[in-house]
């Protein structure tokens, strides 16, 4: 009978939300999955929170140009170094309940074409490579804000308010990769990041006026590459700041002005050191929720500060479309739709 009771309730108050909103909700923190590329910058909303149980899969597409390798989150600059990159990632994402708090698990499998031409101990190269980059996990685990959604009710009663979470990011360096070549998809060396996003939700919480501000210092960390075009490639820890102002235009479409500060992450290639970094990107993100289970994002990010021969220039645009999906949320809509 208890049971009985907490399904009537929760299909009272599915009846009371449209479709788009209650599975947009559900997926939104899913949506867009890229913690590497494009000045290793993590899109807007990425930390929202779902309904534990939550899937996604992403398909993502970025083009990138610069004067060091971009799908490289440490960014080793190489003076007049021309480099496009073409890339496609595929991934997967859950959302699960730990502890009465929300564990975020994501992975990601980049894949592509990378060409161009660069300089590394006064070598020069104009090379390519195609294949598959090195694939990235990401662990999070919510710390303050709302505890694991694990019903509609909790779903539909969901606030950011002001959420922090603590993630760790790994690379596998099992990509390919060409000891010859100083352009590659892979990168031969482990590297990932500790971060800890924040969102601070800015006025009501009601589909189509929603606003946050999401700000997530990180620090990557890298070890040796000892076989990089012969000599040992060494990088100091990279230190990192995001920040996205994000804003709904409708129920279904949002947009996002984002920036990215990088700071050290010297690199040296037997003993002979590079500039650290210290660098300022800005840039833009658009959303729009397609149906009930599929979003739809596209985002621009440029380097402001790069007049130096030294400094690192870089661009990117990125295209992503993802599927998303929940059994609970797809049980009530079978249910309203009468199968």
Same mark, same amino acid.
């Given at each position: 009978?208890?049971?009985?009771?907490?399904?009537?309730?929760?299909?009272?108050?599915?009846?009371?939300?449209?479709?788009?909103?209650?599975?947009?909700?559900?997926?939104?923190?899913?949506?867009?999955?890229?913690?590497?590329?494009? !000045? %290793?910058?993590?899109?807007?909303?990425?930390? $929202?929170?779902?309904?534990? @149980? &939550?899937?996604? =899969?992403?398909? #993502?597409?970025?083009?990138?140009?610069?004067?060091?390798?971009?799908?490289?989150?440490?960014?080793?600059?190489?003076?007049?170094?021309?480099?496009?990159?073409?890339?496609?990632?595929?991934?997967?994402?859950?959302?699960?309940?730990?502890?009465?708090?929300?564990?975020?698990?994501?992975?990601?499998?980049?894949?592509?074409?990378?060409?161009?031409?660069?300089?590394?101990?006064?070598?020069?190269?104009?090379?390519?490579?195609?294949?598959?980059?090195?694939?990235?996990?990401?662990?999070?685990?919510?710390?303050?804000?709302?505890?694991?959604?694990?019903?509609?009710?909790?779903?539909?009663?969901?606030?950011?308010?002001?959420?922090?979470?603590?993630?760790?990011?790994?690379?596998?360096?099992?990509?390919?990769?060409?000891?010859? !070549? %100083?352009?590659?998809?892979?990168?031969?060396? $482990?590297?990932?990041?500790? @971060? &800890?996003?924040? =969102?601070?939700? #800015?006025?009501?919480?009601?589909?189509?006026?929603?606003?946050?501000?999401?700000?997530?210092?990180?620090?990557?960390?890298?070890?040796?590459?000892?076989?990089?075009?012969?000599?040992?490639?060494?990088?100091?820890?990279?230190?990192?700041?995001?920040?996205?102002?994000?804003?709904?235009?409708?129920?279904?479409?949002?947009?996002?002005?984002?920036?990215?500060?990088?700071?050290?992450?010297?690199?040296?290639?037997?003993?002979?050191?590079?500039?650290?970094?210290?660098?300022?990107?800005?840039?833009?993100?658009?959303?729009?929720?397609?149906?009930?289970?599929?979003?739809?994002?596209?985002?621009?990010?440029?380097?402001?500060?790069?007049?130096?021969?030294?400094?690192?220039?870089?661009?990117?645009?990125?295209?992503?479309?993802?599927?998303?999906?929940?059994?609970?949320?797809?049980?009530?809509?079978?249910?309203?739709?009468?199968?």
């Amino acid at each position: 009978m208890k049971a009985q009771t907490q399904r009537h309730r929760e299909g009272r108050y599915f009846a009371s939300a449209t479709p788009s909103r209650l599975l947009g909700n559900a997926i939104v923190a899913l949506a867009i999955i890229c913690p590497v590329f494009a !000045q %290793a910058q993590v899109p807007p909303r990425f930390y $929202w929170k779902s309904l534990s @149980g &939550a899937n996604a =899969v992403p398909v #993502i597409f970025q083009s990138l140009n610069g004067n060091a390798n971009p799908v490289d989150p440490a960014h080793v600059v190489s003076v007049d170094a021309d480099v496009d990159a073409n890339v496609l990632v595929a991934g997967y994402a859950k959302m699960l309940p730990l502890f009465d708090r929300t564990l975020t698990l994501a992975v990601l499998e980049p894949m592509g074409r990378i060409s161009g031409e660069t300089t590394v101990a006064g070598m020069s190269y104009d090379q390519d490579a195609t294949g598959f980059g090195d694939p990235m996990i990401e662990a999070g685990i919510n710390l303050i804000g709302p505890k694991a959604m694990r019903s509609i009710p909790d779903l539909l009663r969901y606030e950011p308010k002001l959420s922090l979470d603590l993630i760790f990011d790994i690379a596998f360096p099992i990509g390919e990769y060409d000891n010859d !070549q %100083a352009l590659n998809l892979g990168q031969n060396r $482990w590297y990932g990041r500790v @971060g &800890a996003p924040l =969102v601070w939700q #800015i006025g009501p919480w009601v589909p189509g006026k929603r606003t946050t501000l999401e700000v997530l210092p990180s620090v990557w960390l890298f070890s040796d590459n000892d076989d990089y075009v012969g000599s040992t490639l060494s990088t100091d820890p990279m230190f990192q700041v995001e920040g996205h102002l994000t804003r709904d235009f409708t129920e279904h479409f949002w947009g996002s002005l984002d920036s990215t500060y990088i700071a050290g992450g010297k690199s040296s290639v037997e003993g002979e050191e590079g500039d650290s970094l210290n660098n300022v990107g800005v840039g833009f993100t658009l959303g729009y929720q397609i149906n009930d289970n599929i979003s739809l994002t596209a985002g621009y990010m440029a380097t402001v500060n790069d007049s130096a021969p030294t400094d690192l220039q870089m661009d990117g645009f990125r295209l992503s479309f993802t599927y998303g999906w929940h059994k609970i949320v797809e049980g009530q809509k079978r249910l309203k739709s009468g199968e």
